[in-house]
Nanobody, 120 residues
Framework: VQLQASGGGLVQPGGSLGLSCAPSGSIFAIYDMAWYRQASGKQRDLVAR???????NLADSVRGRFTISRDNAENTVYLQMNSLKPEDTAVYYC???????????????WGQGTLVTVSS
């Protein structure tokens, strides 16, 4: 199983961008899904998390500007980013807790990362 993230790119301050992420391959279940980001020279931090039931948790720095959502039928998680700031510039990573088979325990998987650059 691999998590495939898409979206990202260059956007001007104040602009908007959307990210999406979904697993490839067959799976039994997906539980929590999340987005993390890592700016150059800094640690990887949680941006937003969403449970299977739709409960969300957002970092203080993005609350009110970013929205996380998911489509359970498509096993896809989305991150809508509005009012982007230069300090949002980072590599964004998708994370999901996936149970590949019913007999296996759920495991964390990471996507490959997608770069978001906010600059004029």
């Amino acid at each position: 199983v691999q998590l495939q993230a898409s979206g990202g790119g260059l956007v001007q301050p104040g602009g908007s961008l959307g990210l999406s992420c979904a697993p490839s391959g067959s799976i039994f279940a997906i539980y929590d899904m999340a987005w993390y980001r890592q700016a150059s020279g800094k640690q990887r931090d949680l941006v937003a998390r969403i449970t299977r039931g739709g409960t969300t948790n957002l970092a203080d720095s993005v609350r009110g500007r970013f929205t996380i959502s998911r489509d359970n039928a498509e096993n896809t998680v989305y991150l809508q980013m509005n009012s982007l700031k230069p300090e949002d510039t980072a590599v964004y990573y998708c994370n999901a807790v996936i149970q590949r088979l019913a007999i296996l325990s759920p495991t964390h998987y990471w996507g490959q990362g997608t770069l978001v650059t906010v600059s004029s």
